[in-house]
């Protein structure tokens, strides 16, 4: 078995592909990750600057420089969708409308209170729940956020919504994989949550962002 890059009491982190690694695990409560939707949003990132001013309304630092990277380059294949699902009892899959997955009777609704721009107003997650649809609220457009949050990763999601999404999964729900765990937000919300998680990252300046993460104290709800 591999080496863990990083871990804790809560979290544990590995650099590597989850199609090696996830075989190796076991079965966990819960599949909630963000994989990536072959979108090139990564090739986009790659020419933002630090040359733009922070707005003091927001709070939040001058933008990052992501860097190049092909890891948003095409869609994440069936069969490795199909073996994430068969390791897990329950799944919530970000993006989940860019994949081949089954009709569902609950999908997780984030509207990102975007206003009249080119970015899509809400994302779906695709989850395997016997509930009816949820739809969450939070400001999520550049600078303006809701409440003030580092940004670490071109296609990060905000703490509170992935805690919200995570608090949907049944009561029973303990352990938790993300196999694309990009700057580990899940970690840091089943950490917060009182939940165990394992995360797997490809890119291992990645891994050290999400390290870092976890090392800090328990944050409020």
Known sequence: ??????????????????????????????????PPYGIGESKKASVRTNSAKPDERWRCRVPTNYEYSEWDSELVDNETIKMLIAASSFQIIFGGNYYQLPPTKCWLVWDKENGANDFADCELAWT??????????????????????????????P??????????????????????????????????????AVLIEREERYCEIAASRMSQEVLAL
């Open 1 to 34: 078995m591999q080496k863990p890059y990083y871990q804790d009491s809560a979290v544990t982190i590995y650099h590597g592909d989850c199609r090696e690694i996830v075989p190796q695990l076991g079965r966990f409560d819960l599949l909630l990750t963000d």
């Open 159 to 196: 703490l509170s919504v992935i805690k919200w999404a995570m608090n949907h999964a049944p009561d029973s729900t303990k352990t938790i994989l993300d196999p694309f765990a990009g700057s580990g937000t899940t970690g840091r919300a089943a950490k917060d949550l009182n939940k165990t």
């Open 128 to 157: 395997n729940f016997n509930k009816a649809v949820r739809r969450i609220k939070y400001l999520w457009n550049g600078f303006q956020k809701a409440r003030p949050e580092e940004r670490y990763h071109p296609t990060q999601k």
